[in-house]
Structures are given as C-alpha cells and as structure tokens.
C-alpha cells in the first residue's frame, strides 16, 4: 500500500512514517501535492557468507597451478630479460 504525506507532516512524523515503512509500507513525500521522494524498506541481502566470482563454490583451487617453465616464473619474481641477439 501507498500513501502520499506532505512535507510538514513527513518532518513532523518522520519516526512514524519508518515504522511504517519498516512494517512493509512505501509512503510518498510531496510538496503541493505533486510527489517529490519516496520512502521505501531497505531491501535486505541474504544473509550469510558472501562469495565473489562468477562460480563460487564451483572451482576449487589446490595452489598447484604452476606445471610451467622455470626460466618465465624466473622472469615473473624478479629474473632479467636478455636481450635477443
């Protein structure tokens, strides 16, 4: 349900008008009658553990990635490029 206030009564009541909005309800502020804002309840995310990335829970990484040349890892920590010759 909707419900349209106006100003003065928003800045009179405003503790008010969060219980209800909290309970569930959108109330419209306006200004001579035309609407100006909305007060609608903070939509809450699941609770939880978050997880970022496209697949969580899906990968599992082990830390054995690397079956790779030496000589790039090498050049990856630190290592110098000779120049081509």
Do not use: C
Not at 26 to 42: F, Q, S, T
Request: proline fraction near 6%; glycine fraction near 10%; charge should be negative.
């Amino acid at each position: 349900m909707t419900d349209q206030v106006n100003v003065y009564e928003a800045k009179t009541q405003l503790s008010k008008l969060l219980e209800r909005v909290e309970a569930g309800e959108e109330i419209v502020i306006a200004r001579h009658g035309k609407p100006v804002a909305r007060l609608v309840p903070e939509q809450r995310k699941a609770s939880g553990k978050r997880r970022l990335g496209t697949f969580p829970g899906k990968i599992e990484y082990t830390g054995e990635w690397w079956d790779g040349d030496d000589e790039i890892a090498d050049l990856f920590y630190g290592g110098e490029i000779e120049p081509p010759r």
